[in-house]
């Protein structure tokens, strides 16, 4: 399998099971992530549909529902990366002589607010995807999720 369907299609299910997490304010620049315009990110995602779309042999139906989930996965992602620069408030707790213990909670709490907000549309729409999957398209990204994993202990 070929190395660039391996990370989109982690990216898509490690960001539906996850909602992004922390991922989101971390400001990684995978066409998801800050310094990228919304039309960059709206050719991304379109790529990324298409390769995978390609590799599970998506009909156009499943094709729709895969876009409304990366159009969600995006949509979470800019939330939890808020208006500021992620990387920027998290080095402004360190920037006294003593670590900004409230600030740090009010971060915390924030992102965690986002992924409480976000992540029932990211999972009904993983949901929806996934399900509307064949059983051999579905096992597919299973054997996929699976090599990432053992990848990942190694």
């Not at 982690?10 to 039309?39: I, P, V």
């Not at 500021?84 to 740090?104: I, M, S, T, V």
């Not at 924030?110 to 929806?128: C, L, N």
Request: hydrophobic fraction near 40%; proline fraction near 3%.
């Amino acid at each position: 399998m070929k190395p660039w369907f391996k990370r989109s299609l982690f990216g898509f299910a490690g960001a539906a099971l996850l909602a992004g997490s922390l991922a989101g304010c971390s400001g990684h620049r995978h066409g998801w992530g800050g310094g990228y315009t919304e039309q960059d990110r709206a050719e991304f995602r379109a790529r990324m549909v298409e390769r995978v779309s390609s590799k599970l042999e998506l009909d156009a139906t499943q094709k729709q529902k895969l876009d409304v989930l990366a159009r969600k996965i995006q949509a979470q992602r800019a939330a939890l990366r808020g208006d500021g620069d992620p990387r920027a408030e998290f080095r402004a707790l360190f920037a006294g002589a003593k670590l900004d213990q409230e600030r740090a909670k009010k971060l915390v709490a924030d992102k965690t607010a986002a992924v409480q907000a976000g992540s029932p549309e990211v999972i009904a729409a993983a949901a929806d995807f996934f399900d509307n999957l064949n059983p051999a398209q579905q096992q597919k990204v299973r054997d996929f999720m699976e090599r990432r994993r053992r990848r990942g202990r190694g």
